[in-house]
């Protein structure tokens, strides 16, 4: 799958250059989809790129002052309210020391990295739908001369048999919480803890992608440490989640994270002034981080009304997935091109004041002609009940039906 594709599945939904071409959907421009949401009176998400620059500076600054002293110098190569971000994070994780990174692709290129040299095996054992698999072309390999191997090619976590019985050595394995182009899948708490016991039998470590690490605590009904502690270095990400700027972190032993600066450095990610994104991250962790149960909760809601609504409507073949979600995030799939449902999302968000949908994409598995969104439910979703769900889904449909009338024939 093409990197272009996150853009279009996830929080980034609208910012897939040139994709409206290929397409087909001129009249429903990025322009007109990010004039559609913003001006949606009820969504279940406020994506914040769906902000302008001047919004952006003002949620920026409206609670800065509560988060750190603003009359501080600001950060130089790191330190000062860098530093206070890392220390934040590591108390969160319980983790002995935390770096902050420009992006998770550099935090996790230097965590696999080191591993391999501590371990000397450079051979890293994940899922195929994972990250550095799916959208970061090819890095593990070509940048950190890394090798990938997949115990599992199933839509979900591998399980501890098949960690045990892999015929392969590797060095670290590394988990994805949740498995996001599965579906933002989980394992059970005793699942996971299984799966890594199977990886340390085999005198492997354990690295966590944990971009959206945040959102798993519900599932497992354990608290942000214990479920870290699991593994010897968890990523986090800052705008995944959390609805920063951008950055992230690597957490682990005070030794691995200091070896993971210099590859930070390396790796070109030594940034001069880092505030901003680091202003956005506290924000995030004072905001949202709080809140992230009752999202789940109403994610949940939201997916039962969905799957009710479509079995009511008869709306044929359809999925919702997982059900009940395991995050506050779920897919939906349906037997409709992109194309219609995305104008169909539009025209709703345009015509209704309520957006239920946003960007569809053609399914990653299953038959033809099926397509999939990404549902997520935030602050803005709370207030929706599932008779709301409903109707929204309702008016939804009768537009599908419509712009499947008037779609061009292949």
Known sequence: MADTNEQARGETADETPGADGARGADDFSRSRRIAAWQRAERTLWRAQMDRSIGEQLAALTADADTLTDLGQPVDIYGGGVVAELEQRIAELLGKEAVAFFPTGTMAQQAALRSWAGRTGNPTVALHPLAHPEMYERDALSVVSGLRTVHPTSEPRLPTADEIREFEEPFGTLMLELPLRDA????????????????????????????????????????????????????????????????????????????????????????????????????????????????????????????????????????????????????????????????????????????????????????????????????????????????????????????????????
């Open 183 to 410: 579906g933002f899948v989980l394992p059970t708490w005793e699942e996971l803890e299984a799966v890594v016991a199977a990886a340390r039998e085999r005198d492997a470590v354990v690295h966590f992608d944990g971009a959206r690490l945040w959102e798993c605590a519900t599932h497992f009904g354990r608290e942000l440490p214990e479920i870290a502690a699991l593994a010897d270095s968890v990523y986090v990400s800052f705008y995944k989640t959390l609805g920063g700027i951008s950055g992230a972190a690597l957490a682990g032993s005070a030794s691995l994270i200091e070896e993971a600066r210099a590859w930070r450095h390396r790796y070109g990610g030594q940034l001069f002034q880092q505030f901003p994104a680091v202003l956005a991250a506290l924000s995030g962790l004072a905001r949202e981080l709080p809140q992230l149960p009752s999202y789940v909760a109403q994610a949940r809601m939201v997916a039962g009304a969905l799957a009710e609504g479509l079995a009511e409507a008869g709306a044929g073949w359809f999925r919702v997935h997982p059900e009940p979600p395991h995050t506050h995030q779920f897919q939906v799939w349906l037997p409709y091109p992109p194309d219609v449902l995305t104008q169909a999302s539009v025209r709703l968000a345009e015509e209704t004041g309520t957006a239920l949908f946003r960007m569809w994409v053609p399914a990653g598995a299953g038959p033809p002609g099926i397509s999939c969104t990404e549902v997520t439910v935030t602050e803005a979703g709370l207030g929706w009940t599932a008779a709301d769900v409903r109707a929204a889904l309702g008016e939804f449909l009768k537009r599908v039906t419509e712009q499947e009338r008037v779609a061009p024939n292949p």
